[in-house]
């Protein structure tokens, strides 16, 4: 987590949750270099080059992972991505209604977590934050900046029950 000034908080996925997602191919990987090294093994130059391959995509999906940013202004959720092709996703903060955390088994004993954000956003209806430390309590954070800017804008929620 980085605080740029006052107003915009950046998060950064974790490191961790690449290897989280990426076990069984780093794994996969990993064996196929080393029964490829063998001596006398018979599709050692077979098994080298899909290692390559592999390692190269890991490598993207390494690259890919650190490249995401969350910029948590005080009007605007900000989502920045992708290695080749930059995008960014926007979203008004008071259009946000609801929050959701999830953690798999392995996020929990990592101490990182998941955490979704739905909006009434007609182009980012859904904006999913992974890889956020669990010491840091996000929701909390957004929730309060939400609720400034509903009141600062006037912006009421009718509810039908």
């Known amino acids: 987590m980085r605080q740029e000034d006052n107003s915009i ?18 794994l996969l990987c990993v064996a196929m270099l ?3 090294g063998l001596p006398g093994c ?9 290692s390559l391959l592999f390692s190269l995509c890991l490598l993207y999906r390494f690259i890919y992972l650190r490249s995401i940013r969350y910029h948590i202004g005080s009007e605007q ?7 080749f092709q930059r995008s960014v996703n926007y979203m008004e903060l008071y259009r946000v209604v609801d929050f959701a955390e999830h953690q798999t088994l392995i996020q929990q004993l ?9 909006s ?10 992974t890889c956020i430390s669990n010491s840091y309590d996000v929701v909390s954070v957004i929730r309060t900046r939400v609720e400034t800017n509903k009141r600062r804008k006037g912006v009421y929620e009718i509810t039908n029950r």
């Open 9 to 26: 908080i950046t998060l950064c996925p974790s490191i961790g949750q690449f290897f989280i997602n990426e076990l069984p191919l780093l």
């Open 34 to 36: 080393l029964i490829g």
């Open 42 to 50: 018979a599709y050692s130059t077979l098994l080298l080059v899909f």
């Open 77 to 83: 959720l900000i989502c920045e991505h992708g290695v």
């Open 110 to 118: 990592c101490g990182l977590k998941s955490v979704t954000v739905l």
């Open 120 to 129: 009434m956003d007609r182009t980012t209806p859904k904006l999913e934050m």
